[in-house]
């Protein structure tokens, strides 16, 4: 396993992760809870607060809550938090009264659907914050979960209709953390395997393992080991993780990851595992990948990937193991070797050096690029980039998760950033 100097890392999340305001956006709610409690008095109208009608918990308030109402939780540190009952037939609210500032000193637990949870997050730092658990017990498909602007140590996700978003997991070892092998994962459970997960905008960082093979074979920044279905992995940004990236077994359905950048694994593991089921619906597409090798792709029950409009940064040596669709990939512009049709070899230029830890994973193209620059594939790519930023604006659509604009100084700038500690 390698070894890291202490050192702060500056994680550039997605163009609106934390430059938006993820805090209540007034001051006006049907409940609150504060950490004093109170009477748990719902209001038919959003009212202001009122610290004597307040709830003491996030159950509480569920409890109380009626369909389609805002609950405000207000700044402070609170006990974990499980939702477990009182679910209503439309989504409830609970927004942070401001974002990263009600702190949870246990787990947040979400066990039934119908819930948006905005600005909640884990309490402490290194090796002792919490995690997001989110987990269906019936044999219901849910619809309607999101999870906005958390911050913990790792997810679990056993459920259908989940988002995830804006949020940040890892910077942990693993083998201190109760048997949790991985920072994130997708499960199945009795409802069957989970369908309609969205992963959007996240950062999964340093998940490493003091003792190798502490919890298993695989210490991963995501693990996805159900027949999951119709998933998307968009602008996220995955780095130091021990073993692998996003790992894969059992995958069905429509699956598409595009947008993100992928670090090299700690321990030089698989990066983007992608197989072990029906790979027919599966685009890979406009990510920043730092480290493939011949295993990168498993077994595949049925079909092959589409790989396209990737820009790879190390050299490559084989393209996969069972074959896939590759077009329209940047290969490093020296060694290794390129696979699939239309593609380059060349070193992109970018705006602020290679993506590395120095300048905070930047992904941003020099408008003056003519490597990655209008060479990804013309009829199939997001509709936006990383950044937000509509495609295409050249004479065809950018390889990479960065699309540099038409005109000149509009570029985005540098999304902000949340420092992250590093072991």
């Known amino acids: 396993m390698s070894s890291r100097s202490p050192l702060f890392v500056t994680v550039l999340l997605s163009f609106c992760l934390f430059a938006l305001n993820l805090s209540a956006q007034n001051t006006k709610a049907n409940l609150w809870v504060s950490t004093s409690g109170g009477s748990c008095t719902r209001s038919?109208?959003?009212a202001a607060y009122i610290d004597g009608q307040a709830c003491s918990s996030m159950q509480a308030a569920q409890n109380a809550a009626q369909a389609g109402d805002t609950v405000i939780i207000k700044n402070g540190t609170y006990p974990g938090q499980s939702l477990s009952?009182?679910?209503k037939s439309s989504a409830v609210s609970y927004l942070a009264e401001t974002s990263g500032q009600v702190l949870l000193t246990g787990d947040l637990s979400i066990g039934i659907d119908h819930l948006h949870v905005t600005g909640v997050i884990s309490a402490g730092g290194h090796n002792t914050r919490h995690k997001l658990d989110i987990s269906d017990s019936t044999t219901t498909q849910w619809t309607d979960v999101l999870v906005d602007g958390f911050r913990g140590s790792s997810l679990w996700v056993s459920a259908?209709?989940?988002?995830?978003?804006?949020?940040?997991?890892?910077?942990?070892d693993a083998c201190t953390q109760g048997g949790t092998e991985d920072a994130t994962r997708l499960w199945s459970g009795s409802f069957g395997n989970p369908t309609n997960f969205k992963f959007l905008h996240n950062v999964v960082h340093d998940w490493t393992e003091s003792t190798p093979q502490c919890n298993?074979?695989?210490?991963?920044?995501?693990?996805?080991?159900?027949?999951?279905?119709?998933?998307?992995?968009?602008?996220?940004?995955?780095?130091n993780n021990a073993t692998s990236n996003l790992m894969t077994e059992g995958i069905s359905g429509s699956w598409v990851i595009q947008n993100n950048y992928f670090g090299r694994p700690?321990?030089?593991?698989?990066?983007?595992?992608?197989?072990?089921?029906?790979?027919?619906?599966?685009?890979?597409?406009?990510?920043?990948?730092?480290?493939?090798?011949?295993?990168?792709e498993v077994s595949c029950s049925n079909g092959l990937p589409t790989i396209r409009s990737n820009v790879f940064v190390s050299a490559v040596t084989a393209c996969n193991v069972t074959g896939g669709t590759f077009d329209h990939n940047i290969f490093a512009g020296s060694?290794?070797?390129t696979c699939g049709s239309s593609a380059k070899s060349c070193s992109p230029a970018w705006q602020n050096g290679a993506p590395s830890s120095s300048n905070g994973y930047d992904i941003r193209l020099s408008s003056s690029d003519t490597?990655?620059?209008?060479?990804?594939?013309?009829v199939s790519f997001p509709s936006k980039d990383f950044y937000g930023t509509t495609r295409a604006q050249g004479a065809a659509p950018d390889a990479g998760p960065y699309e540099v604009p038409a005109a000149s100084g509009s570029a985005p700038a540098a999304p902000t950033s949340l420092q992250a500690f590093v072991n």
């Open 335 to 337: 060694g290794g070797i």
């Open 266 to 296: 700690i321990e030089d593991g698989n990066n983007l595992v992608v197989g072990r089921g029906d790979c027919s619906g599966v685009v890979i597409q406009n990510n920043v990948i730092q480290w493939f090798t011949a295993n990168n």
């Open 44 to 46: 038919a109208t959003a």
């Open 85 to 87: 009952s009182g679910q």
């Open 371 to 378: 490597c990655a620059k209008d060479s990804g594939n013309s």
């Open 216 to 239: 298993g074979m695989h210490v991963d920044g995501f693990q996805v080991y159900a027949g999951a279905s119709n998933v998307l992995f968009d602008g996220n940004t995955f780095y």
């Open 160 to 172: 259908s209709g989940v988002t995830v978003q804006n949020s940040e997991f890892g910077d942990a």
